[in-house]
């Protein structure tokens, strides 16, 4: 992402997004690709973190798929100390929040998928007309092929 006004507008919303959720300690902007858009995770290594949640991601959208579980709607990864969670930002995207583990779960989802809207939006402006209020994963049709399905258990 060039350096320009809507970096600026992404940095923007995930600082506010960190000044307005407690616990909150960074948040990451990714392109599907694995490539940062924008961070504000202080102590963490961006482009490392970028890298495994595009990794995450394809694996989260095939799991989804796979199990029948609708379109993929977030991921959530729970260590000893915190939380990491991910949220599709529009179609080339992904939003990474990083807390604490004292957060609220709730609060972190229900913030995360709004500002992956609004992310997700900033990133692809002809989408502020037909955004919803739910973030989307790729579309089969824009994500690259996937191998075919794993064999069954023995």
């Known amino acids: 992402m060039e350096a320009g006004p809507r970096t600026q507008d992404v940095l923007a ?13 960074g948040a990451l902007v990714a392109g599907t690709d694995g490539i940062v858009l924008a961070h504000d995770t202080p102590g963490v290594e961006p482009e490392t973190v970028a890298a495994l949640t595009a990794t ?4 989260a959208v095939r799991m989804t798929e ?6 993929f ?8 100390c915190g939380r990491v969670a991910s949220y599709a930002a529009g179609p080339s995207a992904v939003l ?22 609004r992310i997700g ?3 692809d402006p002809a989408r502020r007309d037909s955004a919803s209020a739910a973030p ?18 023995p």
């Open 73 to 80: 709607d977030g991921l959530l990864v729970q260590g000893e």
């Open 121 to 123: 939006e900033l990133l």
């Open 56 to 59: 995450a991601l394809g694996v």
């Open 136 to 153: 989307s994963a790729p579309s089969a049709r824009q994500r690259p092929p996937q191998p075919g399905p794993l064999p069954p258990r």
């Open 13 to 25: 919303e995930l600082q506010r997004l960190r000044n307005g959720v407690p616990l909150l300690s």
């Open 96 to 117: 990474t929040l990083l807390a604490d583990d004292r957060i609220d779960i709730d609060t972190l989802h229900s913030e995360g998928r709004r500002s992956a809207a």
């Open 66 to 71: 796979a199990t029948g579980r609708g379109d």
